[in-house]
């Protein structure tokens, strides 16, 4: 079997970080192409963003990711990255069991704006956007979130 699209040698130009979960993947492609990103480097793992904010993290797990989202913008010339996190993450529904939906929320916010000023400390450069996907009426929403915890 062959692709059908033509191999292109440059590097795409932005970084989607999200979680695993297989059921968002289409859509955070949608959106990432909606917002002008053609082709994307992808950085998934279960929690996405949470990897890389030592609040939801463990320290290996911490600098694993960012070591790779480092070498990933280093190494590709990366311009923007995408940090998303999702509604009914099953990374956070197993690390805080107690917590309710709201107190998870908050939660995940803050571990996506401390994400995002770790990228933006340690790649001045980089245009950062942040999303927080969840269903509504049976499809996937994407809520732009600020950068500054406004809500
Ligand atoms: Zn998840």
Known sequence: MAAARRFDLSHPHALAVYCSDGR????????LHG?????????????GPALLDLTSSGTGALD???AAASFLVRGHGLR???LLAHEGCG??????RLE???AMLRRQLADLRGAARWIT???PSIEVALYFARIEAGVVVFDAVTLAATR
Request: zero cysteines; aromatic letters at 10%; hydrophobic letters at 25%.
């Open 24 to 31: 968002f993947t289409d859509a955070v492609e949608e959106l």
């Open 35 to 47: 917002l002008g990103h053609a082709r994307l480097d992808t950085l998934t793992i279960p929690g």
């Open 64 to 66: 694993t990711t960012r």
């Open 80 to 82: 923007h990255v995408t």
């Open 91 to 96: 990374y956070y529904r197993e690390r805080y």
């Open 100 to 102: 309710s939906p709201e």
């Open 121 to 123: 400390n340690t790649h």
